[in-house]
Structures are given as structure tokens and as C-alpha cells.
């Protein structure tokens, strides 16, 4: 069968496209969550436009094999993940900023456009692309739908989906679907457009995407603020929000992660920092007013120092902390990054449960995350050479999970669901609405072919 399928594609897309190297493969068979399965591909197919993607699913279709489609393979969740025998469909070749409409404040891109570089295009007209991924200068536009990825921008600008108007889509009989418009309004017809937005191409294959643009911003004011307890960030957190803040960015980072960042490189941090709080405001008339409240919560809740950025410069070296989070890790071993979403009410009891599991079962435990929308990152560090350790690990990711859920939070806010959580989905959505994805599921896709094990 695999050399029947490759023939097929290597005869209807050429050589330069079809990929069928084995090392090529292994390479291109996973992103970068551990504990997540990959199989073993057939063939690897570099889409060079939307019709050799309907040609790569009309072959797949005819021979019953599943496609994985995939980005740049920066996620965290296993949803780019190989499974035995499957098309591996990568769409970075298909990395064209199709328009910038500057009038109607949109731009049409295709799905392979690394987000950094949408940011730095539209920036030149005045333009503001605001979802801004850890992953930003690497992670792509169709990645970051496929999941609805967030970033430090969302607490005042939103997610991925909040910025996707219309979608051009290949289903998985090799129809292609355009769903949603141009304009700001429009509510004809069920809102399809959102329904692919976080669907980690279990329903479709996007190929085409238009996102409503921000006016470009004010350069935003900045405050770092220490504290001895984490708990105390983290009612600063609820009580600065509550109070009608509306800042640009507000991240918090535990102390276990400012000792990682403070080894990896050092920023200063006095040795024992609980907890760091960043805040940025771009409101040009009300971003002074804005970090002096910030800094009267700080006071409130037993800051030990608040520090104002004087300049553009000594903002960005603030922020460069939070930036540094994942690159830190890296020389620690695995890290098993968990993307649980809570109230905001509710950040302390998460961030100190978070620590207890991390010590009842023996492991490194780091927390960061987008304090703003509760949504946090805890990374279970660990020796994947050990088993004990890695079981150990395992088990505090789970707990973690769980604690989310019990705090009335998300086992995912922006990272999505793939293989490493799809166990936990139905605990979260309970059977009704589970059911009603699974009839939506096979609605798009009766044969189960695009991404299957993921999500659902």
C-alpha cells in the first residue's frame, strides 16, 4: 500500500514535493510535547497551494490513509504527531501574505506565514497583529488557528480566533470549503469559521485565512514588580483586574521559574524571589495612571519592590524575563508544559497546589504564565533517562490537570487538546457535549481520516 500511495502522490504533485526519506520522516513526525505517541509516516507532502492539498486528499481518500496536517510542529500537545502509515501535510510551504488591506484593517494570508513576520509586515502600514505566541518568531498562522494560541497580548487584545474573519478550508473529501467574510459584521448562516478555529485539522485543512487587524499602539508603559509569597501576585492579579484595569500584558512567573530564568541568564533577581509580576499598558491617556494603580495594589499585598521601565529599552529587558521561560528549560532535560486556565479568584489556591504536587511527587515544578486571563504554565521538569522520574512526572502533569478543573478552570487555554490530553476532554466536556462534537466530527469527516487520534 505505501508504495502504491507514494507513487500516486509523487505522480499527481512531482518529486520535489513528495517527501518519502526515512530520516525526512522521523524528523517531520512529531512537535515538541513529550509523552506523546508518533507512528511511522508513509510519505511527507510540502503543499505548495490549496491544489495540492485538495490533490493530497482526494489520494487519500482513495486509498482509506489518514493525514496529519501540520505547521511549524512548535506545539506542546502532540496534535502534529505521525500515526502509523499516514500523509504528513505540511503547509509552511504555503507562506504568502496574500494582501494587507490597511482600510478595512484586514490581512489574507496563507497558512505557513510565521507570525513574527505577519507582525513586522503589517506594522510597516501602522497595523498591529496582536496574537503573539511564545513561539512567535517561529510558530505559524495556521498552527496558531489550529489551536486558537494566545499569547502575553490577549489579556486586553484577545486569542487567535477573536482575529479570524473568514477561513479557506480543504475537506477531507477534497471540496473546498470559504467560510465567514471580510467585514466586520456578518452573521449569516452558522458560524462555521469558528468552528475550524481550534480544531487541530481534525475537521478540515486550512489554507487560506483572513484576520482583522489592531491600529498600531502606543509604545506601552512597563512595571516589574517582586514579591516573597506568589500568593500575594496573585491576588494583586484579581484585585488590579477587578478594580477595571485593562492592561496590554500582565504575566506573573513563581519563584522556581525566576530561578531558572536567573541561571540560565542573569537579570538580577535577588536570590529567594517568590514571584514576579510584569505589567505593560499602551493606553496612551491612561498608562501612567495605569501602572500607579498597579503599584498601589503592589503596595497593598506586600510587594517587596515595584520598579517603573524609564524608556522602550528597559521595558523590553523587563519583559525579556518572561520571553526567556521556555529557552531556560531547555537545558534541564523534558518538560512536560501544562496549559490549565483558571479564574482569576482562583490563581492563588492553583499556583500554590501547583507547588504541592510538584513537591509530593518529587519533582521540579515551574509556573508561568498570562496571570491577566488565569491562564498558566506549569512545566514539570525531568531526567527523561529515568523512569522513576519521568513517571513521577507524568503523574504531577495529570494532578495539575485536575486541579484546574476542580478550581472551575480549563485543562486547556491555548495549546490545545492532541494526544496528551485527549484522555482528559470528556471529564471536561461531559457526555452530552461530548456526543455532540463526536456527530460533528464525523459530519466533516465520516472516514476518519485527517488527524485521527487527536482531540477526540
Same mark, same amino acid.
Given at each position: 500500500?505505501? =508504495?502504491?500511495?507514494?507513487?500516486? $502522490?509523487?505522480?499527481?504533485?512531482?518529486?520535489?514535493?513528495?517527501?518519502?526519506?526515512?530520516?525526512?520522516?522521523?524528523?517531520?513526525?512529531?512537535?515538541?510535547?513529550?509523552?506523546?505517541?508518533?507512528?511511522?509516516?508513509?510519505?511527507?507532502?510540502?503543499?505548495?497551494?490549496?491544489?495540492?492539498?485538495?490533490?493530497?486528499?482526494?489520494? @487519500?481518500?482513495?486509498?482509506?490513509?489518514?493525514?496529519?496536517?501540520? /505547521?511549524?510542529?512548535?506545539?506542546?500537545?502532540?496534535?502534529?504527531?505521525?500515526?502509523?502509515?499516514?500523509?504528513?501535510?505540511?503547509?509552511?510551504?504555503? !507562506?504568502?501574505?496574500?494582501?494587507?488591506?490597511?482600510?478595512?484593517?484586514?490581512?489574507?494570508?496563507?497558512?505557513?506565514? +510565521?507570525?513574527?513576520?505577519?507582525?513586522?509586515?503589517?506594522?510597516?502600514?501602522?497595523?498591529?497583529?496582536?496574537?503573539?505566541?511564545?513561539?512567535?518568531?517561529?510558530?505559524t498562522i495556521g498552527g496558531n488557528v489550529a489551536t486558537n494560541a494566545g499569547g502575553l497580548c490577549c489579556v486586553k487584545y484577545g486569542v487567535t480566533?477573536?482575529?479570524?474573519?473568514?477561513?479557506?478550508?480543504? $475537506? @477531507?473529501?477534497?471540496?473546498?470549503?470559504?467560510?465567514?467574510?471580510?467585514?466586520?459584521?456578518?452573521?449569516?448562516?452558522?458560524?462555521?469559521?469558528?468552528?475550524?478555529? /481550534?480544531?487541530?485539522?481534525?475537521?478540515?485543512?486550512?489554507?487560506?485565512?483572513?484576520?482583522?487587524?489592531?491600529?498600531?499602539?502606543?509604545?506601552?508603559?512597563?512595571?516589574?514588580?517582586?514579591?516573597?509569597?506568589?500568593?500575594?501576585?496573585?491576588?494583586?492579579?484579581?484585585?488590579?483586574?477587578?478594580?477595571?484595569?485593562?492592561?496590554?500584558? $500582565?504575566?506573573?512567573?513563581?519563584?522556581?521559574?525566576?530561578?531558572?530564568?536567573? !541561571?540560565?541568564?542573569?537579570?538580577?533577581?535577588?536570590?529567594?524571589?517568590?514571584?514576579?509580576?510584569?505589567?505593560?499598558?499602551?493606553?496612551?491617556?491612561?498608562?501612567?495612571?495605569?501602572? =500607579?494603580?498597579?503599584?498601589?495594589?503592589?503596595?497593598?499585598?506586600?510587594?517587596?519592590?515595584?520598579?517603573?521601565?524609564?524608556?522602550? !529599552?528597559?521595558?523590553?529587558?523587563?519583559?525579556?524575563?518572561?520571553?526567556?521561560?521556555?529557552?531556560?528549560?531547555?537545558?534541564? /532535560?523534558?518538560?512536560?508544559?501544562?496549559?490549565?486556565?483558571?479564574?482569576?479568584?482562583?490563581?492563588?489556591?492553583?499556583?500554590?497546589? +501547583?507547588?504541592?504536587?510538584?513537591?509530593?511527587?518529587?519533582?521540579?515544578?515551574?509556573?508561568?504564565?498570562?496571570?491577566?486571563?488565569?491562564?498558566?504554565?506549569?512545566?514539570?521538569?525531568?531526567?527523561?533517562?529515568?523512569?522513576?522520574?519521568?513517571?513521577?512526572?507524568?503523574?504531577?502533569?495529570?494532578?495539575?490537570?485536575?486541579?484546574?478543573?476542580?478550581?472551575?478552570?480549563?485543562?486547556?487555554?491555548?495549546?490545545?487538546?492532541g494526544t496528551l490530553k485527549a484522555s482528559w476532554l470528556a471529564r471536561e466536556l461531559g457526555p452530552v457535549s461530548l456526543a455532540a462534537h463526536r456527530?460533528?466530527?464525523?459530519?466533516?469527516?465520516?472516514?476518519g481520516l485527517l488527524n485521527p487520534g487527536k482531540v477526540l
Amino acid at each position: 500500500m505505501s =508504495a502504491e500511495l507514494r507513487a500516486a $502522490l509523487t505522480a499527481e504533485l512531482g518529486a520535489g514535493v513528495v517527501v518519502t526519506d526515512a530520516d525526512v520522516l522521523a524528523t517531520n513526525a512529531r512537535d515538541e510535547a513529550h509523552f506523546c505517541p508518533a507512528g511511522v509516516p508513509a510519505a511527507l507532502v510540502r503543499a505548495r497551494s490549496t491544489a495540492d492539498v485538495v490533490a493530497t486528499l482526494r489520494i @487519500a481518500g482513495r486509498y482509506g490513509v489518514p493525514v496529519v496536517p501540520q /505547521g511549524a510542529r512548535t506545539g506542546l500537545s502532540g496534535g502534529a504527531n505521525a500515526v502509523d502509515g499516514c500523509i504528513l501535510l505540511s503547509l509552511t510551504r504555503m !507562506a504568502r501574505i496574500v494582501e494587507v488591506d490597511a482600510g478595512e484593517r484586514i490581512a489574507v494570508v496563507q497558512p505557513g506565514v +510565521v507570525n513574527a513576520e505577519l507582525s513586522r509586515v503589517v506594522a510597516e502600514q501602522g497595523l498591529f497583529y496582536a496574537p503573539d505566541p511564545a513561539s512567535w518568531e517561529s510558530s505559524t498562522i495556521g498552527g496558531n488557528v489550529a489551536t486558537n494560541a494566545g499569547g502575553l497580548c490577549c489579556v486586553k487584545y484577545g486569542v487567535t480566533g477573536d482575529k479570524v474573519r473568514a477561513l479557506e478550508v480543504v $475537506l @477531507a473529501d477534497g471540496s473546498v470549503l470559504r467560510t465567514g467574510r471580510r467585514t466586520a459584521k456578518g452573521v449569516a448562516g452558522y458560524d462555521l469559521t469558528h468552528l475550524f478555529v /481550534g480544531s487541530e485539522g481534525t475537521l478540515g485543512v486550512i489554507t487560506e485565512i483572513t484576520v482583522a487587524l489592531d491600529p498600531a499602539p502606543a509604545p506601552a508603559l512597563t512595571a516589574a514588580a517582586t514579591f516573597s509569597d506568589v500568593a500575594d501576585a496573585c491576588h494583586v492579579v484579581d484585585a488590579y483586574m477587578a478594580a477595571g484595569a485593562r492592561p496590554s500584558l $500582565l504575566e506573573l512567573m513563581d519563584g522556581p521559574t525566576i530561578a531558572v530564568v536567573s !541561571a540560565y541568564r542573569d537579570l538580577g533577581f535577588p536570590a529567594g524571589t517568590g514571584a514576579l509580576l510584569l505589567v505593560s499598558s499602551d493606553d496612551p491617556d491612561r498608562a501612567a495612571a495605569d501602572l =500607579a494603580a498597579f503599584a498601589e495594589v503592589c503596595a497593598r499585598y506586600d510587594a517587596t519592590e515595584v520598579v517603573v521601565a524609564e524608556d522602550a !529599552a528597559e521595558a523590553d529587558l523587563l519583559i525579556e524575563a518572561r520571553r526567556l521561560v521556555g529557552p531556560a528549560h531547555e537545558p534541564l /532535560g523534558a518538560s512536560l508544559v501544562d496549559d490549565v486556565c483558571v479564574p482569576r479568584r482562583a490563581l492563588a489556591r492553583f499556583v500554590q497546589g +501547583v507547588a504541592a504536587i510538584g513537591a509530593r511527587h518529587d519533582v521540579l515544578v515551574t509556573c508561568a504564565g498570562h496571570a491577566g486571563d488565569g491562564n498558566m504554565h506549569p512545566g514539570v521538569v525531568f531526567d527523561p533517562a529515568d523512569p522513576a522520574a519521568a513517571a513521577r512526572a507524568q503523574q504531577a502533569f495529570e494532578e495539575i490537570m485536575g486541579l484546574g478543573l476542580e478550581l472551575g478552570g480549563t485543562i486547556t487555554g491555548e495549546h490545545g487538546i492532541g494526544t496528551l490530553k485527549a484522555s482528559w476532554l470528556a471529564r471536561e466536556l461531559g457526555p452530552v457535549s461530548l456526543a455532540a462534537h463526536r456527530r460533528i466530527k464525523d459530519a466533516f469527516d465520516p472516514d476518519g481520516l485527517l488527524n485521527p487520534g487527536k482531540v477526540l
